[in-house]
């Protein structure tokens, strides 16, 4: 009895979906942050921010997020990661990049009015992010005084 070939299309297709599919859990896997000398670039998941420390208000740890009316993104477990409404004002829009639900939060105001939730799945890394922000605003500040 002879087998029945598959053919090397579908072999390819079902390669590279794993490897879609991989990809995909890669990069929502966790927040990926990259440190610049003039900014800080956030990648969580199909998220993609840049944010230069000039435009970034304030800086704050806060344990629970506000009231958010989810515009897209998604929920799962403990993370929470997408772009939310305020439900309060309907117009203003909040990024949640939230690997652990239960650790605090860095809030960021930047634009004078737009607001960012991010932590990392570490507590101790959430912590160093934030120290790191906060020394950065502090230097901008410095320099922007006579």
Same mark, same amino acid.
Request: one cysteine or more.
């Given at each position: 009895?002879?087998?029945?070939?598959?053919?090397?299309?579908?072999?390819?297709?079902?390669?590279?979906?794993?490897? #879609?599919?991989?990809?995909? &859990?890669? *990069?929502?896997? $966790?927040?990926?942050?990259?440190? %610049?000398?003039?900014?800080? +670039?956030?990648?969580?998941?199909?998220?993609?921010?840049?944010?230069?420390?000039?435009?970034?208000?304030?800086?704050?740890?806060?344990?629970?997020?506000?009231?958010? #009316?989810?515009?897209?993104? &998604?929920? *799962?477990?403990? $993370?929470?990661?997408?772009?939310? %409404?305020?439900?309060?004002? +309907?117009?203003?829009?909040?990024?949640?990049?939230?690997?652990?639900?239960?650790?605090?939060?860095?809030?960021?105001?930047?634009?004078?009015?737009?607001?960012?939730?991010?932590?990392?799945?570490?507590?101790?890394?959430?912590?160093?992010?934030?120290?790191?922000?906060?020394?950065?605003?502090?230097?901008?500040?410095?320099?922007?005084?006579?």
């Amino acid at each position: 009895m002879k087998g029945k070939k598959r053919h090397w299309f579908w072999n390819i297709l079902i390669v590279l979906t794993i490897i #879609v599919c991989l990809l995909s &859990f890669l *990069a929502h896997y $966790k927040n990926w942050i990259w440190k %610049k000398a003039d900014s800080i +670039e956030i990648l969580s998941g199909v998220y993609y921010m840049e944010l230069p420390f000039k435009t970034i208000n304030e800086v704050s740890m806060v344990s629970k997020i506000p009231s958010l #009316v989810r515009k897209n993104g &998604f929920s *799962a477990w403990e $993370k929470e990661k997408g772009i939310f %409404k305020d439900s309060l004002n +309907e117009e203003k829009l909040v990024y949640v990049y939230v690997d652990n639900l239960h650790h605090q939060k860095i809030r960021l105001t930047y634009n004078d009015s737009l607001l960012l939730f991010i932590n990392l799945s570490d507590s101790v890394k959430t912590k160093e992010l934030y120290l790191y922000l906060e020394e950065k605003i502090d230097a901008q500040e410095i320099q922007l005084i006579p």
